[in-house]
């Protein structure tokens, strides 16, 4: 009777093991599916259905920082779409999503680089509005959180890549430089190189834009 009861016993936590085992092999497939798919989008409606995506896994996996971090990452990159189509009055909306998904990933991983630095491109976003008006407001929270983003992980390339950018884009007379801005994107592309991502849906992103910008400077 002892053999049987601890048999079945066995049983029952293997079956549950086996189950908890299924549920996290499929978060994991689920996030690096569409992990890859928001990383490389140039779609702003495809952007937007993938952040109702995330989201949505975000409300299962109440535990867990990266779907709500990728849900804001997917309003982040339709806004600057749509900033690079002149579409600015929207961008203000996008941004408050984008902060809501982030107060969602942060309760779960405070002190997070990642998100830190996804605070800093809400911001951005937010000054791109009308930069004359927003830049003392705006533009020094993202400023602010760049810094903590970098207190963080000085070595993160996509600290150096937001740098990069900010450097090249900026007209001189404002301190901006194609030069030096061109050589953050060739800092970032050497931090790539050795930056180690904990898991395969970590975030990843950027390395294709800096090689884009040094590629382009070299023909």
Request: cysteine-free.
């Amino acid at each position: 009777m002892k053999t049987l009861t601890k048999n079945l016993v066995l049983s029952i936590a293997l079956t549950f093991t086996g189950i908890n085992a299924f549920a996290q092999t499929a978060y994991e497939k689920a996030m690096t599916e569409k992990v890859a798919k928001v990383e490389q989008s140039q779609n702003p409606e495809e952007l937007a259905t993938l952040s109702n995506d995330f989201a949505r896994i975000g409300l299962k996996e109440t535990n867990e920082w990266l779907p709500n971090y990728y849900a804001a990452f997917a309003e982040i990159q339709k806004g600057r779409l749509l900033m690079q189509q002149n579409k600015l009055s929207e961008l203000d909306e996008i941004a408050a999503e984008a902060q809501k998904f982030i107060d969602l990933a942060e309760k779960n991983s405070p002190n997070n680089v990642e998100i830190t630095i996804l605070k800093k491109m809400i911001h951005s976003l937010k000054m791109m509005v009308n930069p004359q008006a927003r830049y003392m407001s705006e533009g020094s929270l993202a400023k602010k959180y760049m810094a903590e983003a970098e207190e963080i992980d000085p070595e993160n390339p996509r600290i150096t890549l937001l740098k990069a950018e900010d450097t090249y884009f900026t007209p001189e007379q404002f301190g901006g430089s194609k030069e030096k801005g061109l050589e953050l994107f060739k800092k970032a592309q050497e931090q790539y190189k050795v930056y180690k991502s904990p898991t395969a849906f970590s975030p990843s992103w950027g390395k294709e834009e800096a090689d884009y910008f040094v590629s382009q400077a070299a023909k």
